[in-house]
């Protein structure tokens, strides 16, 4: 429908978790090349040389400029922006009325009445419309992915992790580069190209022994800048990394991905959903996975639950401060791995490949195992529920398959042996990349700590 509003389609389904769980949603699309030589020695190259990602096509960008954009972001996101200004950045993230999250992205400062906001689209589209609903003196430019839009991007943007990151950069800007903390900016050359740079990283353990750096330009620079890393990355190792593997890097470190965006029950957003399209990020939002409810609510999550409680900060009055500090105190699920044992994953490989169809498992895609926007499958402990397991997937590194999960404190502990249930109710939902199955049970170990490094 032309014009639909995300409220007019909503209303079209009973509940909004069905048009979430049951609606007909394509597979996961990979924005760029699969593989450059083969997923396996690119994810080993993060752990042992270095890998280099192009991340200039999956990505939105979105670049707010004016006198208001420090206000417009402190009373929008959870992050205190007492220090904020050119060079700096943040894992950006808004909440909704209720305290739940709505998204998160990378928030870039470029000038001090300058930002872009990186990522998925949640977090740009709130922060827009707080925008022109607040009256903030602020200018808002969108720099779509390449998925959704025939204009060419603004800028290029590449990721170098590994322990040879820094030896390829040195060698590609012809000198030291300059000191950065981890979610530091800085500015430098490669092959004479003007760079930003941001340290962080998206691939095994964090640590400047396996060092990370997104680097971006403007697009007419982008051929340059990467035949100078290229060239650069002859003499250390580097592999260029597609994206099955930059898809499946992030479970190694500890990325959680998105939030179900926590706006499609409250009647306070009603008049937000009637100013999202019906086509946009939030309709098209899928969920996936063996835990089952009537009440989307139940798969909301606050900070807390998505590990990101050191970035949430009551030094400013922001949407949602009120509900966060109403439960600050209460009992919060807490980030960890899941082992998945190896046999169980076999057999349920088996099941869904060579048993009669609609009697075998769920399949297991590798090294992604990804079939929705998000995943929640339900984790077990003596048969009773005591969290979510969100990304899966397989890595080299690990030598296995896992997840990432968000558990109560109790079964956050090294060594504890759990359940994952793999596969969704009553043979399957109705999204497009779910064949008829039975659910299967995958034991599974608990570790706080990253499995690789």
Same mark, same amino acid.
């Given at each position: 429908?032309?014009?639909?509003?995300?409220?007019?389609?909503?209303?079209?389904?009973?509940?909004?978790?069905?048009?979430?769980?049951?609606?007909?949603?394509?597979?996961?699309?990979l924005?760029?090349?699969?593989?450059?030589?083969?997923?396996?020695?690119?994810?080993?190259?993060?752990?042992?040389?270095?890998?280099?990602?192009?991340?200039?096509?999956?990505?939105?960008?979105?670049?707010?400029?004016?006198?208001?954009?420090?206000?417009?972001?402190s009373?929008?996101?959870?992050?205190?922006?007492?220090?904020?200004?050119?060079?700096?950045a943040?894992?950006?993230?808004?909440?909704?009325?209720?305290?739940?999250?709505?998204?998160?992205?990378?928030?870039?400062?470029?000038?001090?009445?300058?930002?872009?906001?990186?990522?998925?689209?949640?977090?740009?589209n709130?922060?827009?419309?707080?925008?022109?609903?607040?009256?903030?003196?602020?200018?808002?430019?969108?720099?779509?992915?390449?998925?959704?839009?025939?204009?060419?991007?603004?800028?290029?943007?590449?990721?170098?992790?590994?322990?040879?990151?820094?030896?390829?950069?040195?060698?590609?800007?012809?000198?030291?580069?300059?000191?950065?903390?981890?979610?530091?900016?800085?500015?430098?050359t490669?092959?004479?190209?003007?760079?930003?740079?941001?340290?962080?990283?998206?691939?095994?353990?964090?640590?400047?022994?396996?060092?990370?750096?997104?680097?971006?330009?403007p697009?007419?620079?982008?051929?340059?800048?990467?035949?100078?890393?290229?060239?650069?990355?002859?003499?250390?190792?580097?592999?260029?990394?597609?994206?099955l593997?930059?898809?499946?890097?992030?479970?190694?470190?500890?990325?959680?991905?998105?939030?179900?965006?926590?706006?499609?029950?409250?009647?306070?957003?009603?008049?937000?959903?009637?100013?999202?399209?019906?086509?946009?990020?939030?309709?098209?939002?899928?969920? %996936?996975?063996? #835990?089952?409810?009537?009440? *989307?609510?139940?798969y909301? $999550?606050?900070?807390? =639950?998505?590990?990101?409680? !050191?970035?949430?900060?009551?030094?400013?009055?922001?949407?949602?401060?009120?509900?966060?500090?109403?439960?600050?105190?209460?009992?919060?699920?807490?980030?960890?791995?899941?082992?998945?044992?190896?046999?169980?994953?076999?057999?349920?490989?088996?099941?869904?490949?060579?048993?009669?169809?609609?009697? %075998?498992a769920? #399949?297991?895609?590798?090294? *992604?195992?990804?079939?929705? $926007?998000?995943?929640? =499958?339900?984790?077990?402990? !003596?048969?009773e529920?005591?969290?979510i397991?969100?990304?899966?997937?397989?890595?080299?590194?690990?030598?296995?398959?896992?997840?990432?999960?968000?558990?109560d404190?109790?079964?956050?502990?090294?060594?504890?042996?759990?359940?994952?249930?793999?596969?969704?109710?009553?043979?399957?939902?109705?999204?497009?990349?779910?064949?008829?199955?039975?659910?299967?049970?995958?034991?599974?170990?608990?570790?706080?700590?990253?499995?690789?490094?």
């Amino acid at each position: 429908m032309a014009h639909e509003s995300l409220q007019a389609r909503l209303e079209r389904y009973d509940k909004p978790v069905d048009m979430l769980r049951n609606g007909p949603h394509k597979l996961f699309s990979l924005a760029y090349a699969r593989q450059h030589s083969n997923w396996r020695d690119e994810q080993a190259a993060w752990m042992q040389t270095a890998v280099l990602f192009d991340q200039s096509n999956h990505m939105n960008e979105t670049y707010i400029k004016g006198p208001d954009v420090v206000r417009l972001l402190s009373d929008t996101g959870i992050n205190s922006f007492a220090k904020f200004g050119r060079n700096k950045a943040k894992q950006f993230m808004v909440c909704g009325y209720d305290g739940n999250l709505i998204g998160t992205c990378v928030l870039f400062g470029l000038e001090d009445d300058e930002v872009s906001l990186v990522g998925p689209s949640a977090c740009a589209n709130w922060v827009q419309y707080q925008a022109e609903i607040g009256g903030y003196d602020v200018e808002i430019i969108w720099d779509r992915r390449t998925a959704d839009s025939d204009a060419p991007r603004r800028t290029y943007r590449y990721e170098i992790e590994g322990p040879l990151a820094k030896n390829i950069l040195e060698k590609a800007h012809g000198g030291p580069l300059p000191e950065m903390k981890f979610f530091g900016m800085s500015e430098f050359t490669l092959g004479g190209a003007p760079v930003r740079a941001l340290k962080h990283t998206m691939a095994g353990a964090p640590g400047d022994d396996n060092m990370g750096l997104e680097i971006w330009g403007p697009v007419e620079d982008a051929q340059r800048c990467l035949e100078a890393l290229l060239t650069a990355g002859e003499e250390f190792g580097l592999v260029r990394g597609g994206a099955l593997a930059y898809y499946s890097s992030g479970i190694e470190s500890g990325y959680l991905s998105q939030p179900v965006p926590a706006i499609y029950t409250d009647e306070r957003m009603k008049a937000y959903r009637e100013w999202l399209p019906g086509d946009g990020y939030e309709a098209k939002f899928s969920i %996936g996975g063996s #835990f089952a409810s009537d009440d *989307l609510e139940d798969y909301y $999550r606050t900070p807390w =639950d998505m590990d990101y409680g !050191h970035i949430l900060k009551f030094d400013h009055d922001f949407i949602g401060r009120e509900a966060l500090e109403a439960v600050k105190d209460e009992p919060h699920s807490r980030k960890v791995w899941l082992r998945w044992n190896d046999d169980d994953v076999t057999r349920v490989i088996r099941s869904s490949l060579f048993d009669p169809r609609g009697t %075998g498992a769920k #399949f297991i895609d590798y090294p *992604l195992s990804r079939y929705a $926007r998000v995943q929640f =499958d339900q984790v077990l402990a !003596h048969d009773e529920l005591v969290g979510i397991s969100t990304l899966c997937g397989y890595t080299v590194n690990v030598g296995g398959f896992f997840s990432l999960a968000m558990v109560d404190q109790e079964t956050a502990v090294d060594g504890k042996e759990v359940t994952v249930v793999w596969g969704e109710e009553n043979g399957g939902t109705g999204k497009l990349g779910v064949e008829q199955h039975v659910q299967f049970e995958i034991r599974a170990t608990v570790s706080t700590k990253t499995l690789v490094g």
